[in-house]
């Protein structure tokens, strides 16, 4: 069979380490090169050594553009698409007035699939090659999600909303047929091509006590499946938490105490933790997933990430779409910043790249595969232009005239003001699935 190979030239970054423990932490080749074979990262150097190292791979030039591993956002509901930016609420009224009837449709599975498709094409128009997504209660909207992902080739985590109250008739399940769902689907898609089942209760509020206990047991029956709920969002959710399950030193002990505590458990939001919970999410390996446009947007207040950082705890940055208000991890990289600035923790560029790559495929336990331009890993990755609108090429040409044009400012830039229309393409696996094909491929000399 002929291998597929490909040099890529362009401005080469990836994190190597996280940048709170190492100064050296990132890898960066001005003038780089990137070389794929048969959808693998083979090696990452100068772009002059690798075109003597590997002559006989065709060129594809992306000189002046950034080619970084894609993004990862660790909490994203693939069933809200179709809501962003609906009007004026807080969290519990905003999911009856509008989550909730917008789930409903999800029972069909054409429905499903056809917004599982606007899904995928904007997660990839926004750079995003893998997330961590909740589907609805409906089995078929899971497979809706995971046949689309699996269209694109895409390394997908996915799972059906696990709901048996207070939530509408038309969106519950019962615990017992949940249960027997989340079987079949973990059966069909756990581990099939990029594929991962994620054990999804929606939150204390919506699940029993039973149910939790179901969640967490089917995941000590099938261990490689993740977990994913909502924790602290917001005060009122919290008070109904203590007082629907009551005994309980916390809300993060509901969870616990189901067994769903576990390093492969990913936490949306944790805008409101104790000092107990921090503790327990570090001690653990918990992953908080920081949610800063929705966090702003449902007035539920600043995630402290110098607290989570403080305790050791995995923190990933992550959309969540369609309280969230955008696809792009930019965006969501800038409103972070935002957010840690009214903490007084101006985050810098590399910690939000690094809490988007990664950051997140180790505390996802898949940095064996994705997040990096190491040797082996999958080639999941963008072609980034650093100044795709005017103000963005003002900014540019003001830094390069002033010899400031570093890599800093360059990252940074793209923090504040980038979004989708910075991405140029998008490579899954070494196939190109975003883009227009108008850059310069130059055959092997
Ligand atoms: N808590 C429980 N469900 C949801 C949801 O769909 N979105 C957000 N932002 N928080 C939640
Ligand atoms: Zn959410």
Known sequence: MTMMKNLYRGEVLYLIASPLDHVEAYRYFEDGGLAVVDGKIVEAGPFEAMRSRYPDFPVTDYSGKLITPGFIDSHIHFSQSEIQGMYGKQLLDWLDEYTFPAEEAFSSMEYAQDIARFFVKELVKNGTTTCAAYATVHPASVTALFSVATEYNMCILAGKVMMNRNAPDYLMDTTHQGELDCRSLIEDWDGKGRNHYVITPRFAITSTPDQLKSAGRLHAEYPSTYIQTHLSENLGEIESVLSLCPGHADYLEVYERAGLLTDRSIFGHCVHLTDREYKRLGETGGIIAHCPTSNLFLG??????????????????????????????????????????????????????????????????????????????????????????????????????????????????????????????????????????????????
């Not at 369609?322 to 965006?331: C, I, L, N, P, V």
């Not at 650093?386 to 400012?409: C, F, G, H, P």
């Open 300 to 445: 539920s207040g600043l995630f402290d990430m110098r607290e989570a950082n403080r305790y050791g705890v995995r923190t990933t940055l992550a959309t969540d779409v369609g309280a969230g208000t955008s696809f792009s991890m930019w965006r969501t990289m800038g409103e972070a910043y935002k957010v840690q600035q009214l903490n007084g923790y101006p985050m810098t560029a590399l910690e939000a790249i690094y809490k988007c790559t990664l950051g997140s495929a180790r505390a996802l336990s898949l940095d064996d595969r994705i997040g990096s331009f190491l040797p082996g890993r999958e080639a999941d990755f963008i072609v980034v232009d650093y100044a795709a609108t005017s103000v963005q090429k003002l900014r540019m040409e003001y830094l390069r005239s002033r010899d400031k044009w570093t890599i800093e400012n360059k990252l940074f830039g793209l923090q504040t003001l980038g979004d989708d229309r910075n991405t140029v393409c998008t490579y899954i696996m070494g196939k190109q699935v975003y883009g227009s094909d108008s850059c310069d491929h130059q055959e092997a000399s």
